[in-house]
């Protein structure tokens, strides 16, 4: 129905950058609001910033200056740019689309990317 894939994680230094991307397919009309989460070991997992459907976006404290979320509707692609990176940024980050238009005309919610591992070496 709808897959979520996410890509561009890595080992990374202390102070570096990446760009994480997470390109949806299936039978979508339109994506509303996605946003990314990221699990760390032994952690639950927590929102780390979301962007609706009109571009308003919202970051968790612990990013917020330091990554940015945009996305590509042409594309379906959701994007995440993170600079500045911390050790304590490691973990498995997960893209999710809170609210889709099927191209039936139906609403949907709710589906996860599979994830990608982010490592951030001090």
């Known amino acids: 129905q709808v897959q979520l894939v996410e890509s561009g994680g890595g080992l990374v230094q202390a102070g570096g950058s990446l760009r994480l991307s997470c390109a949806a397919s299936?039978?979508?009309?339109?994506?509303?609001?996605m946003g990314w989460y990221r699990q760390a070991p032994g952690k639950q997992r927590e929102l780390v910033a979301t962007?609706?459907?009109?571009?308003?976006?919202n970051y968790a404290y612990s990013v917020k200056g330091r990554f940015a979320i945009s996305r590509d509707d042409a594309k379906n692609t959701l994007y995440l740019q993170m600079n500045s990176l911390k050790p304590e940024d490691t973990a498995v980050y997960y893209c999710k689309a809170d609210s889709i238009m099927l191209t039936d005309g139906r609403d949907a919610s709710d589906f996860w990317g599979r994830g990608t591992q982010v490592t951030v070496s001090s």
């Open positions: 299936g039978n979508i009309a339109r994506l509303n609001t």
């Open positions: 962007i609706s459907g009109g571009g308003s976006t």
